[in-house]
């Protein structure tokens, strides 16, 4: 079994900061969602996890399996096995979705420094791919194409539970991932994330809405407010974000202590 553990994590972007204190641990075999406003630092915590430059981490820490995360570059963090799903993920144009898919999956097998190559045999790789294609209904042309170049919104969220299959990572953050989807496609992206979750596996889903909530069951629903979790519940708890909305979780964070509290 393995574990993400996030202890006090403070970020700030432009020294504006964004989180103040985040506790959080996944371990595989674990969905964990996380729902929260705009603004409310959800994309900050998936940026900052897995190093973009612009989110500074001021104060605690990140953990995998015990070992620091914080002071390894993104490409070492992806080697030990995170993965994360844009909201916007970007266009490459030129590069084909097949070569794109075996050159990153090779460049997560190596080892800097390393001379000796430890690329996944092409037979190999072509017998992964097609089983990970029929699998998640990805129609063959998607491989011809130029990763993400005129992709629909649905498009590119597809291919990158495509790329989360094909590269079996241990641990997941997808960062709004039915943001922009309709019915049909949020039910399709929703049950390629169900396929892939398992024992091997820890899911942090981070979401808007508890609609993806009704296809991908999560063990743990955590609300962020203000870059703090401030509740922590089951299922249920995405279905009374969803008919309250998140005022009623201000309204308890920031009320003023109750009578029975206070002291005489």
Known sequence: MSTLEIKDLHVSVEDKEI??????????????????????????????????????????????DGADLLAIPVDARARKGLFLAFQ??????????????????????????VEKKNDMPIPQFRKLL???????????DFLKRAVNDGFSGGEKKRLETLQMHMFQPTFAILDETDSGLDI????????GIESLRGPDIGI????HYERIL???????????????????????????????????????????????????
Request: aromatic content about 6%.
């Open 19 to 64: 989180l103040k204190g985040i506790d959080l641990v996944v371990q595989s075999g674990e969905v964990h969602a996380i729902m929260g406003p705009n603004g409310s630092g959800k994309s900050t915590l998936s940026l900052a996890i897995m190093g973009h430059p612009r989110y500074r981490v001021t104060n605690g820490t990140v953990l995998l």
């Open 88 to 113: 916007y993920p970007s266009a490459i144009p030129g590069v084909s979705v097949a070569n794109f898919l075996r050159t990153a999956i090779n460049a997560r097998r190596s080892t800097p420094g």
């Open 130 to 140: 097609a089983e990970k294609m029929k699998q998640l209904e990805v129609p063959d």
């Open 184 to 191: 049909d496609a949020l039910r399709t992206i929703a049950t």
């Open 204 to 207: 942090l889903l981070i979401t």
């Open 214 to 264: 009704r296809y991908v069951q999560p063990d743990f629903v955590h609300v962020l407010v203000d870059g703090r979790i401030v509740r922590t519940g089951g299922r249920e708890l995405a279905a009374e974000l969803e008919s309250k909305g998140y005022d009623f979780v201000r309204e308890e964070l920031y009320k003023e202590p109750s009578a029975a509290g206070a002291k005489p």
